[in-house]
């Protein structure tokens, strides 16, 4: 007997790993033969290889991306989106009405990624045990700079200068500033609240000690279906030096929950986070919400987590650590949250490590370590083939997801300005998980690219380990 898999037509839009990371676990349904419309930033190697139709659409213009859903319409069941710009611009909206394509993201109005100031004051009156102290400063409510400065000086005062600042809208954490880490005085933190206050509102919250990790759920409108906690790394250096960046690598741990947490940490939030869900939700079901409406960055004190930020789309890197190992057909699960019955989601009992790397100009790594720069690489063709061989080789325990890539007409594969691609290493435990990523990475040639040594190393977690028992001890 011929086995006749069903045809699905899938609308991607996405950029960098992560969409890749997307765009692979489609491909690789084992209950569909799944066609792809990709509409990206630039032309991934990656995606241009697997997708049916490909587009480049470098604003996400959410006119733009509907333009080109309507063109292809007859061919798409459903439609997914990885970056929060065309998410927060309405994109699911402009779609869904101008279009029969269901899809996958929250609609503008349950964007909360949009405004840090809507989302403080929801999690203040929803879970303030969850909401670190926090004010908000807006041009709109001060006719003078001097008089915002000294409203600012006295909540300084109040919190003895350890405070983290926020801008409203997202800025992929460019943005924000802590005390300790991104200015020591009080005239730097004025530098750099007035740099994010020329352009809107600024929010000044206490500073919080304690270990981060990012909660994913995905969400079919009636239920949270959530995933396996990982750990991301922001800062572009190792041991935690440099500035903020997109995240240079993640891990997850072979349970649900990371080594410095404890299970109760992971009920807690899922706690958490169902009261956000139920207060946005209401009674019965609010399909608005369907995708990946709460990533939540916690930090983890010696009192619980507190809430540092809500994403209203999957992480990245945080979601190549998971869809590598779900174990359900990714394709049936976005079937079930459009049909509003995605009640868990079940993934390998495997750690996962993600590794990024970046060109040289990233982070500032060139000025920095200009010793470990070889200039002759710059610019020239990165080389994935060795890399994708230890896929193979490895038995699917490394994955190379290409992000800010570019494949030009000479056929060649050339590093953009942001992370050039990532290895996902799986296995056993983290340490396993760590060396395939590794691996994978050692194997990429050409352009001077370079990447965090230290993500999930035994001596970091250790840290992270030895850090929440010291917090913990303190109550
Ligand atoms: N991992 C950081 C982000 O996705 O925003």
Known sequence: MVFIMDRVGILVVCYGSRGVAIVDSFSRSQNYATEIYVIDKQRNPYNVKKAKKHVVIPDFDV?????????HERMIDFGIVGPEKPIINGVRDVV??????????????????????????????????????FRVFDPKDYSTLSKVKRNLNVWLDELNNKVAIKPDRPAAGKGVGVWGDHFNTREQLLEHFLS?????????????????SSFQAFCDGKHLAPLPETRDY??????????????????????????????ADKEKEIQIVNKIFKKLKGKGSNPGLRGVPFYEAFIHTGRGPKILENNSRPGDPEIQNLLPILKDDFVDVCFRILDGNLR??????????????????????????PERVNSSEIDKPVDLSGAYGLTKKYEERVRIYPGSME??????????????LCAVGIGENIENARE??????????????????DIASRDHITKSMEHMKRLRSQW
């Open 63 to 71: 006119e733009k991306i509907c333009k080109f859903a309507k063109k």
């Open 96 to 133: 869904e009405r101008e279009t029969e394509i269901p899809m996958i993201c929250p609609t503008r109005e349950y964007a909360i990624e949009g405004s840090k100031v809507a989302q403080r004051r929801l999690f203040q009156r929803v879970v303030p045990e969850a909401n670190p102290s």
């Open 196 to 212: 994010n206050y020329e352009y809107g509102a600024v929010i000044v919250e206490k500073k919080v000690d304690g270990e981060e």
């Open 234 to 263: 922001k800062r572009a250096f190792d041991e935690d030096k440099g500035p903020n960046t997109g995240g240079m690598g993640s891990y997850k741990d072979v349970s649900d929950w990371l080594p410095f947490m404890t299970p």
């Open 344 to 369: 868990r989601v079940r993934f390998e009992k495997r750690a996962t490590v993600v590794t990024y790397m970046a060109p040289p100009n990233y982070g500032g790594f060139k000025n920095v370590f």
């Open 407 to 420: 494949l030009r007409d000479d056929g060649q594969t050339y590093a953009l300005d942001s992370r050039t």
């Open 436 to 453: 395939n990523s590794l691996d994978g990475l050692r194997a990429v040639k050409g352009g001077a690219l370079w990447f965090r040594a």
